[in-house]
């Protein structure tokens, strides 16, 4: 029996979503547990992309998906995104989704409020997906949140929005100078999206215990990267939530011990999107070719990503934050052809070298990454199923992943397909 995270190792968009969809095979439920609609993951599967923002990866592999407590969700783009996958010919219903009761529910004004502070922030903005996710977590945190459960009670419903929204709009008028919001209209169009949702409702923890103690498997699928960690990534430039693997078991309602595995997924150069420190951007014409191969665009926000060169420090970190057990190699392909190849293996800072990632953003800002270089290959490896028919300088760079963040490579991915995979090793077999 096994029950693995999978975890972004750098900020975001490594390939969760490829690799959830191609390891939920061996799974029996599939469960976000943070984070919200500012997640994109692609899956593609025989030429045909879907892309996910709440409803769990699991999902076109027909197995049980739940969207745990620790996630802030948008009912109105959950509604959205069921319409979409069930136009696609995907079975998706109560008895495939289930919402925790606990999830935190995306407001009208959690959107108004994110979006108007990043534009009164100007040049100093996060450049955030402007979804509502900061606000969310905020409320949560200080205790003014709707949960689910809140939602499906009418009349309590009501009454706290009555208490809340004098709140917000004064925020929102003195402070942001925007628009206020009116809690009838909210009530009415809440009220209707909880009833199209209340069968989806249900206790995540409970079936979760259940399932381990029959033996199911459980795959954990976090959004965003280690990177965009609330307390361990490049705070303020972070999201809101934990992204670590740690939160699995807080956002889901289950305890660590039924986790037996960690798998981090690394994208084979490093992309952000959004500001906030990057020591290994490119800004020069690799950096665009890179972009471009890769089709560097954000599934969320369609944001041009900056690309650099992958960072062993801040891979390290992750296979430290996350306890991973193996690696999963993304993208791999978009290297094709380049004459040579970057890895960065330390930072020097005031002339000495730093191997753990500072968290200060000014000592990062004055960091210069220390690079060591390597021979690339011409061969396109899209193709490749093996991991020994791989170009000799493809492996050997891949090697040197493994001995640098001291953790084994399980997965190479070549290419956005499904089947444009090799597999060295499954932690579910
Ligand atoms: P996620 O947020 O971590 O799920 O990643 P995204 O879906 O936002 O971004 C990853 C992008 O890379 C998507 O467009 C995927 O289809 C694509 N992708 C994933 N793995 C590979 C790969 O090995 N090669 C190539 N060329 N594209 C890939
Ligand atoms: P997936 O799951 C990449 C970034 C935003 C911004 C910061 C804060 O697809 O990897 P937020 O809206 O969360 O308050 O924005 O976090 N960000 C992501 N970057 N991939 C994501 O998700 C992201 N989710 C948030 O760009 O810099
Ligand atoms: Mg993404």
């Known amino acids: 029996m096994a029950n693995i995270v999978i975890v972004g190792t750098q900020w975001g968009d490594e390939g969760k979503g490829k690799i959830v969809d191609l390891l939920a095979e061996y799974a029996d439920y599939v469960v976000r547990f943070q984070g919200g609609n500012n997640a994109g993951h692609t899956m593609v599967v025989n030429g045909e992309q879907f892309i996910s923002h709440l409803v769990p990866s699991g999902i076109l592999q027909g197995k049980i998906c739940f969207i745990g407590n620790g996630l802030v969700v948008d009912p109105e783009v959950l509604v959205e995104e069921i319409d979409y996958l069930t136009g696609k010919g995907i079975a998706v219903g109560p008895e495939n989704l289930k919402i925790s009761e606990r999830a935190q529910v995306i407001m009208p004004y959690h959107k108004m409020i994110d979006n108007a502070r990043e534009k009164m922030k100007g040049d100093k903005k996060i450049g955030t997906t402007g979804r509502g996710i900061g606000p969310c977590y905020e409320d949560k945190a200080c205790r003014r949140g709707f949960r689910f459960v809140d939602l499906l009670d009418e009349a309590g419903f009501k009454e706290k929005l009555d208490t809340v929204i004098p709140e917000k709009n004064f925020y929102l008028k003195e402070f942001l100078n925007d628009e206020p919001v009116d809690a009838d209209a909210i009530y009415s169009q809440y009220s209707q999206l909880a009833k199209r949702l209340a069968p989806y409702v ?131 392909d978009v290297l094709d052809g380049l004459e040579s190849l970057n890895i960065c293996t330390g930072y020097e800072y005031k002339g000495k070298l730093i191997k753990d990632f500072p968290a200060s953003l000014d000592v990062l800002a004055e960091c210069q990454p220390v690079y060591e270089t390597h021979p690339g290959w011409a061969e396109d490896v899209t193709g490749i199923r093996n991991f020994d028919d791989l170009p000799e300088n493809a492996i050997k760079y891949l090697r040197r992943i493994e001995e640098l963040a001291d953790a084994p490579i399980h997965i190479v991915s070549v290419g956005p397909g499904r089947d444009e995979t090799i597999v060295l090793k499954n932690e579910f077999v």
């Open 202 to 332: 249900a206790n995540i923890s409970v079936e979760l215990y259940d399932a381990a103690r029959q033996g199911r498997q459980i795959l954990f699928e976090g959004a965003q990267g280690t990177h965009l960690d609330i307390d361990h990534g490049t705070y303020p430039f972070v999201t809101s939530s934990n992204t670590v693997s740690g939160n699995a078991c807080c956002g889901s309602g289950i305890g660590p011990k039924e986790i037996t595995g960690v798998t981090g997924i690394v994208k084979a150069y490093t992309t952000r999107v959004g500001a906030g420190p990057f020591p290994t951007e490119l800004s020069d014409d690799i950096g665009d070719a890179i972009q471009k191969k890769g089709a560097e665009f954000g599934a969320t926000t369609g944001r041009k990503r900056r690309c650099g060169w992958l960072d062993l420090v801040i891979l390290r970190n992750s296979v430290r934050l996350n306890g991973i057990t193996g690696l999963v190699i993304t993208k791999l």
